[in-house]
């Protein structure tokens, strides 16, 4: 049966709402989350009450536990069972509720006057559109407008409440208290394409690279020469696909694209064209017009979305690529009295996507926020839906961030508890183990870690702080895949920093590639890009291509990275040993011999990948 969101099942159990005066809950209601607004969120005001939220319900899944050890066994490449992902019943087998935690809930939510709701296929989440008025009834709570410092608004809550016994049954209810808005990781877009070097840069000795790698800007051929990824022949067209995701009405512009891969991957040309565009929730589809002049003008949005498509279709041509936009959270505009929706956009999607019996086996997100504007238990949640996506057999790749351990100067670099210590900021999804985290890389011989000082660029003009994202997250404890090498670097940093991270956290980036400068077409005009969004699509693109390798002959792709990565895969990376992370007025983390949290093991070397990944199924099949 295949599913989309359109079509999960909207169950009006209305008919069955015992008429009089309802019980409100059969036990009274207590505190179920607290969580501080982020420093540079401000509440202005109550929320209108006729403003509607698309409130998604996380019920207690009844044995994630069983899901982790099966998602362990098949990515542990010294298993027997390594690379036999599971089907989507089998996975939402795992996950589903008990039938009392869905009976304790349905029972609250129509006596609550709910009778309207959509489930997920593995009914482990519930959705239900309500206005604010009665979502703050429900919860026992108060919705405000919150406004970042940038101008964008949430409609959110610092607190909220359950009736007692249901505490154990539901996990999280979004959107309530989560800030994360998802937003790309991309650093600045710089309108001058001619090749520039900065004074104290040495072009590579090897001539192989220095013919096709300049320090600005640096094109898909470079890559292809870099990562041993040309020539590579695919031998599955057709079989290993690639997606990258959409947010904030991000959504690639397919003129822009195929101007690009014109110049710099001809043959894909007509890709541009014909790649496919899924929408979520209203997502704006991939665009066939020019940008309009009010586009083009306005906001720095669609740039991410270009930049996504234009770098994965140029590595990975012919492999079909698809481009998921979600849609939801649009700006809140706090004094139009219009109802305006109110989503939480990442779940939206990965919901979306676990429906699918067809998922691409490489997705790339260039998309997070600070792991403290997300509650505990939500990141928690989203984290277990990607560990669901693993046990598919999907490869879920992060950008890092761009911001080092946290902006430059510090400013934002405190707790969010009440507390307001000093400290590094992780990121997240970037932190959740079952993803594969990104980091950023420049020059050639020898890379180094990406990281520009706020300076002029090559447009003569000045441009902000930009480091490859990096650190240990508070919320997800050090996986033991992580136990040889991790421990190992933070005893190497004797102290240095102690307080300001969680020495038993789990420690990021995994890997990482090239990530400032790329060549780039917005408004068909020539121009370059950086940030790890760039070295995400860049990474994705790679592990797509070892699919490729691998389908063709005979042997599953690499599904959830980590497990093999740490343990062998490693072996096919390039380390990068230079570098600091800086940030949060530091010089952050060092890179260092081996793995560190600024670069992981380095950058990808195709062709021992492929031999290294063939060579652990051949072990098993
Ligand atoms: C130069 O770089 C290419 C591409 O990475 C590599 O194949 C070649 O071995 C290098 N040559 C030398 C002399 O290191
Ligand atoms: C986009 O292109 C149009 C037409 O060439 C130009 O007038 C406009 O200034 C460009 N906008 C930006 C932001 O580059
Ligand atoms: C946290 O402390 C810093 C440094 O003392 C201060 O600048 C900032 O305003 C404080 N933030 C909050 C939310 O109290």
Redo the contacts with the bound molecule.
């Keep these: 049966m295949k599913f989309d969101i359109s079509l999960l099942c909207s169950v009006a159990v209305g008919a069955q709402v015992v008429l009089g005066t309802p019980i409100r809950s059969r036990t009274p209601y207590n505190v179920k989350e607290t969580h501080t607004a982020p420093s540079k969120w401000t509440k202005l005001g109550r929320a209108p009450s006729q403003h509607k939220l698309h409130l998604k319900i996380g019920l207690k899944q009844n044995n994630f536990e069983e899901l982790s050890r099966h998602l362990n066994e098949v990515s542990n490449p010294d298993h027997g069972r390594y690379g036999q992902h599971l089907s989507v019943d089998e996975v939402n087998d795992f996950v589903k509720p008990t039938d009392e935690t869905l009976d304790l809930t349905h029972e609250w939510l129509l006596s609550n006057g709910v009778s309207e709701m959509s489930y997920s296929p593995a009914k482990d989440w519930i959705n239900i559109l309500l206005d604010v008025g009665s979502a703050e009834a429900l919860l026992d709570t108060e919705y405000s407008v919150y406004r970042h410092e940038d101008g964008t608004a949430l409609v959110r809550t610092s607190k909220w409440s359950l009736p007692s016994h249901l505490h154990e049954h539901i996990d999280t209810i979004q959107p309530t208290t989560s800030f994360m808005r998802s937003v790309p990781k991309k650093s600045d877009w710089i309108q001058f394409s001619q090749p520039w070097t900065p004074p104290d840069y040495k072009p590579?000795t090897?001539?192989?690279?220095s013919k096709v790698c300049q320090f600005f800007p640096v094109t898909i051929e470079c890559f292809q020469?870099?990562y041993?990824t040309k020539g590579y022949q695919q031998k599955a067209p057709g079989i290993a696909k690639i997606a990258f995701n959409n947010f904030l009405n991000q959504t690639p512009i397919r003129p822009d694209i195929e101007a690009f891969l014109k110049h710099y991957r001809p043959e894909a040309a007509d890709s541009a064209n014909t790649f496919k565009s899924i929408e979520i929730d209203n997502g704006p589809a991939a665009q066939s017009e020019p940008l309009t002049l009010e586009q083009a003008a306005g906001d720095d949005f669609v740039r991410e979305a270009n930049l996504d498509a234009q770098t994965i279709l140029g590595m990975t041509y012919p492999q079909p690529v698809y481009s998921y936009s979600t849609g939801g959270s649009p700006p809140f505009i706090p004094d139009l009295n219009a109802p305006t929706n109110t989503n939480e956009p990442y779940l939206e999607w990965v919901n979306f996507v676990m429906a699918q019996h067809d998922i691409p086996q490489v997705i790339s997100t260039s998309y997070g926020d600070d792991e403290q504007t997300v509650p505990e238990a939500y990141a928690r949640r989203v984290c277990q839906q990607f560990a669901r996506l693993g046990a598919r057999g999907v490869s879920l790749l992060v950008s890092s961030g761009d911001d080092g351990v946290g902006d430059e100067d510090g400013s934002s670099c405190y707790t969010n508890d009440g507390k307001n210590k000093t400290t590094f900021l992780p990121s997240f999804p970037a932190s959740c183990p079952y993803v594969t985290s990104v980091g950023a890389t420049q020059q050639f011989e020898p890379e180094v870690s990406a990281y520009r000082a706020p300076g002029l660029g090559p447009d003569g003009l000045k441009h902000g702080f930009y480091a490859s994202g990096s650190g240990f997250s508070y919320y997800f404890d050090r996986p033991d895949w992580q136990d040889d090498v991790v421990p190992a670097y933070v005893k190497s940093l004797k102290g240095k920093y102690d307080g300001l991270y969680n020495k038993g956290g789990r420690g990021y980036p995994d890997i990482s590639a090239q990530g400032l400068y790329f060549a780039f077409v917005f408004n068909l005009t020539e121009s370059s890009i950086s940030g790890t969004s760039a070295s995400c699509p860049l990474m994705s693109s790679v592990v797509s291509l070892v699919n490729d390798a691998l389908i063709s002959s005979g042997k599953p792709t690499m599904g959830w990275l980590n497990p093999w990565l740490y343990k062998k895969g490693y072996k096919a990376f390039t380390d990068v040993t230079i570098g600091d992370s800086y940030g949060c007025g530091t010089k952050g983390f060092p890179v260092a011999k081996g793995w560190d949290p600024v670069t992981g093991f380095g950058t990808p070397i195709f062709p021992e990948m492929v031999r290294l990944a063939k060579g652990d199924h051949d072990g098993h099949h």
């Design positions: 590579p090897n001539e192989t690279i020469t870099l041993a």
